[in-house]
Structures are given as structure tokens and as C-alpha cells.
């Protein structure tokens, strides 16, 4: 079973603020975490990866961290827009094998 | 389009009936996995190749599944005497590399699969 939890709860925003989206995991120390979008229908495209050693990384709008104490990861979508509104996942690959477990993923709505 | 491309996007087979999936992998991409997908969850991995080698099974995955890469290209994933629970998008993905490369996951558009 996965491991890695991610709100199922929909996340809904106002257009301009700031979405944040929890990815918890346990019994992993996995060197590094990535994260996608995937629009309905679609197969999920990649977006961000952070590795174990590093504690933030920016992409445009986009920022990720990586907390390894705590074993969580949180994905920060600043100055949201419709367009953003998509399901993203969380992925991992716990035993450094290349074999990336993912987890069930949060729906963002943003709202205009 | 050099992205991954699966076929057919759809495929609405009848409980019992085998079914065949094939994905196109990016050209320069020597690492290709299948995931397995159902509503409101995340993609749940089922096996993956480095070129023709098929490197690991998901011990969750039936014997009524199988997979190849005979020539380290192309892919096909075949499910033999389907079931209703194997209703769910089939999604391939390719990268590079091999070890512990970090490369991220291409993925195509998925397969989705209605058993009847």
C-alpha cells in the first residue's frame, strides 16, 4: 500500500493567492522527491524535483520543500490563476531504485 | 510529436476478453514503466524495463498480466481474461538512464480500459 499522503480534499483558491499543497510520507528516506500536474484525462507531466540535500527549489511560480526530519514535502504555487487548476501529485522513490511511487494526488480549483 | 504515445487511447473489451496496449516510448529514452491508474487515486507502479530487460513486477500484479520490450523500443502490455477491477487508465512513461539518475517521467496520455 502507499505510503505517501497527500490531502484528498480538493483545494479550492481565489485567483492571486497562494496555493499550498501538503505531501506527507513515512518509512522512506528516499534522496529525492519530484512532483507533476496532471489535467483530466491526461498522463501526468513533471514539474519539480528536489533532492534530499537541498531545502527549497524555485520555477517561476513554483516552489518546493523538502523537509527530511519531518518527511514532507510542500508545493507552493504563488500568484494562482485558473489555468493552475489541476490535480498534482506527489512522487518518490523510496528505496532509490528508480521506481517512483506516487501518491494519490490534491485537486486545486482556482477560481477566478 | 516526439513525446510518448500510447494506443488505443480507449478500449471497452468484455469480462473474459484479452486486451493488448502498446506505448511508443521518447526515441533516446532506454528506461520504460507502466503504471496503472483509477479514479481519484495516484498512478500505482505495475513494471518497468531498461531497454529490452524487464527489471521489476509489481508483486501486486496479477499473472494475467504480462509485458515486453522485445527490441528495446517499443512496449506492449497485454491482460489476459480481463476482470471488472481491471477497469482503470494504463499509463506508460520513459526516461533515461539507468541507477540512481533522478530523471523525471515522461508519460504519455494513457490507455483507458472499461471492462464490461
Known amino acids: 500500500s502507499q505510503k505517501i499522503e497527500q490531502n484528498s480534499e480538493a483545494l479550492n483558491i481565489q485567483e492571486g493567492k497562494t496555493a499550498t499543497l501538503t505531501c506527507n510520507y513515512t518509512?522512506?528516506?528516499?534522496?529525492?522527491l519530484q512532483w507533476y500536474r496532471q489535467d483530466p484525462g491526461r498522463g501526468p507531466v513533471f514539474l519539480l524535483l528536489?533532492?534530499?540535500?537541498?531545502k527549497e527549489k524555485r520555477k517561476e511560480r513554483l516552489k518546493v520543500t523538502f523537509d527530511t526530519t519531518l518527511k514532507q514535502s510542500l508545493f507552493h504555487i504563488t500568484a494562482s490563476q485558473p489555468a493552475d487548476s489541476a490535480t498534482y501529485l506527489c512522487a518518490l522513490d523510496p528505496y532509490n531504485t528508480d521506481k517512483l511511487i506516487f501518491g494519490t494526488g490534491t485537486r486545486l480549483q482556482v477560481f477566478p | 510529436d516526439t513525446g510518448v504515445s500510447q494506443d488505443p487511447r480507449h478500449k471497452i473489451t468484455k469480462r473474459g476478453q484479452n486486451v493488448t496496449f502498446r506505448c511508443d516510448p521518447i526515441s533516446e529514452h532506454n528506461r520504460l514503466y507502466w503504471y496503472r491508474q483509477t479514479l481519484g487515486q495516484g498512478p500505482e507502479f505495475l513494471t518497468y524495463f531498461q531497454n529490452e530487460a524487464q527489471l521489476e513486477k509489481s508483486r501486486l500484479l496479477s499473472d494475467r498480466f504480462s509485458a515486453e520490450r522485445p527490441k528495446g523500443s517499443f512496449s506492449t502490455l497485454e491482460i489476459q481474461r480481463t476482470e471488472q477491477g481491471d477497469s482503470a487508465m494504463y499509463l506508460c512513461?520513459?526516461?533515461?538512464?539507468?541507477?540512481?539518475?533522478?530523471?523525471?517521467?515522461?508519460f504519455g496520455n494513457g490507455t483507458r480500459l472499461t471492462v464490461t
Open positions: 512513461a520513459s526516461t533515461t538512464g539507468g541507477g540512481q539518475n533522478n530523471s523525471p517521467l515522461h
Open positions: 518509512n522512506y528516506s528516499p534522496a529525492y
Open positions: 528536489i533532492r534530499e540535500n537541498e
